[in-house]
């Protein structure tokens, strides 16, 4: 007998150099501004920066969004300018034009490297114009892609108020019920007051994480399910629904990405954090839901048969990928969710890249991604923090791999070359969470792996010659 046959493979870690493709955090303007209705996000930086939002929004620019630049110019490095009168000229602008709640500074390169004292600027400027500005530093310097919206959302979780401070009954129904209200509309008060009696008494809970709001609708109901009742969500619809946060609410998130945020709520405001494995896949949504309920003190009730009907629906599209393997180059931070749901699926993984890891805040989901791949019998995935694309191309060679999940920078060239890839960034977007959300990201991870079939069949499945290998 062999004891250390019997010893669970523990996962790997390894950091590489950074040198990897991602977008820069700033993009998280494109899907916050449509979240929070009410808000203008200024992006300070130089003409980089606005290149980039130009190019990567696609036709978002030409709906007249709620964002803008604030281009830098000499004058500005060279402090020949007065930082507080140029952003007060712009600020009134915003004022005039748009009227927002709340106006977002973005912190850029630029900023960070000439010192612009943002977070000294915005009180003086806010008290002027009497609107509140919240300072964001979502720079390309410190952070990748999604952790953009991180950056924002910590700043916000200083702005939610506390139960004491929202005295108006009709503020606290906006604030902490706005989610609620939502559900119940169109309902009787007497229908509302018997639906709120089905509730179990626990501690409040607010989740945080940008989400569109049907998929909040979704795991909000999913919740109301277990009885389990979700105070409100940050960000909400508007800034001036974020809801109330007091010492001692329990808090969830709902992304990978969000460790600041959830250090934020729990350092600054003292809130219990839930660690659980992230709602995305069936077997994510049904772990997330079931450390809530454990959390709460709540006995779970039909999650497993909710789970098997999920995964029995999805069916055919598990037919394509069972036994094919998945490799993460790694540039927004849902690879490890993302891996650990496909693995379930029947994939195989040989490496997960991404930009950052926080072992902590993504604790439970780490363990879960070790248990899924004990219960499929597949080797663990290595994780490389920082990956060099350079390095990964060539291993994506050496394991010969059915599925490349990657940027635009290596997608077409990977494809010339006979590999099937997924554009990463689409999983950013596409509506991922919660149960009935599985089956748009087999939608997804499947899409290449049909196309290509099809056109095998033609002949044209490498369009390099052989000797331009990357
Ligand atoms: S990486 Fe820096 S300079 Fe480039 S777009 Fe982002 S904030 Fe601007």
Known sequence: MTL??????????????????????????????????????LVIGTKTCGYFLQNAMGVMIFAEPRYAMAELEEGDISAKLNDYEELKRLCMQIKRDRNPSVIVWIGTCTTEIIKMDLEGLAPRLESEIDIPIVVARANGLDYAF?????????????RCPKGSAVVEESEKQERGNAITSLLNFGKK????????????????????????????TQLTLELKKQGIKVNGWLPAKRFTELPVIDEGYYVAGV?????????????RRKCKLIGAPFPI??????????????????????????????????????????????????????????????????????????????????????????????????????????PDN?????????????????????????????????????FTFA????????????????????????????GWDKLVKEEAKV
Not at 190 to 213: I, Q
Not at 290 to 298: G, P, R, T, Y
């Open 4 to 41: 250390a046959d019997a010893q669970p493979q523990a996962l790997d870690f390894e950091c590489e150099t950074g040198n990897y493709h991602t977008f820069c955090p700033i993009s998280c303007v494109a899907w916050l501004y449509q979240k929070i209705e009410d808000s203008f996000f």
């Open 146 to 158: 999604t952790q953009g919206e991180d950056t924002v959302l910590a700043a916000m979780a200083h």
């Open 189 to 216: 008060k007497e229908e509302v007051v018997a639906e709120e009696s089905e509730y179990h008494d626990h501690a409040p809970l607010v989740m945080f994480g940008s989400l569109p709001d049907p998929v909040v």
């Open 255 to 267: 992304n990978p990405f969000l460790s600041r945020t959830a250090t934020t709520l729990m350092r």
């Open 281 to 386: 896949g069936p077997d994510g949504t049904r772990a997330w839901i079931e450390k809530i309920c454990s959390v709460l003190d709540v006995e779970p009730k039909g999650l497993e048969e909710r789970e098997a009907k999920i995964w029995a629906n999805l069916e055919d599209y598990l037919e394509i990928i069972r036994g094919k393997s998945v490799f993460f180059m790694g540039d927004n931070l849902l690879e490890v969710s993302l891996a650990r749901f496909l693995i379930r699926c029947g994939m195989t993984c040989p490496e997960i890249g991404i930009p950052y890891m926080d072992k902590r805040y993504q604790g439970a989901e780490l363990k879960f991604l070790e248990q899924t791949c004990i219960d499929m019998g597949v080797p663990m995935p290595k994780i490389v923090e920082k």
């Open 390 to 426: 350079y390095n990964q191309v060539q291993r994506i060679y050496e394991h010969d791999v059915d599925l490349v999940i990657t940027g635009m920078a290596h997608a077409n060239p990977l494809e010339a070359r006979g590999i099937n890839t997924k554009w990463s960034v689409e």
């Open 431 to 458: 509506q991922i969470h919660g149960f009935t959300n599985a089956r748009d990201i087999l939608e997804l991870v499947t899409r290449p792996l049909r196309r290509n079939n099809s056109l095998k069949d033609l």
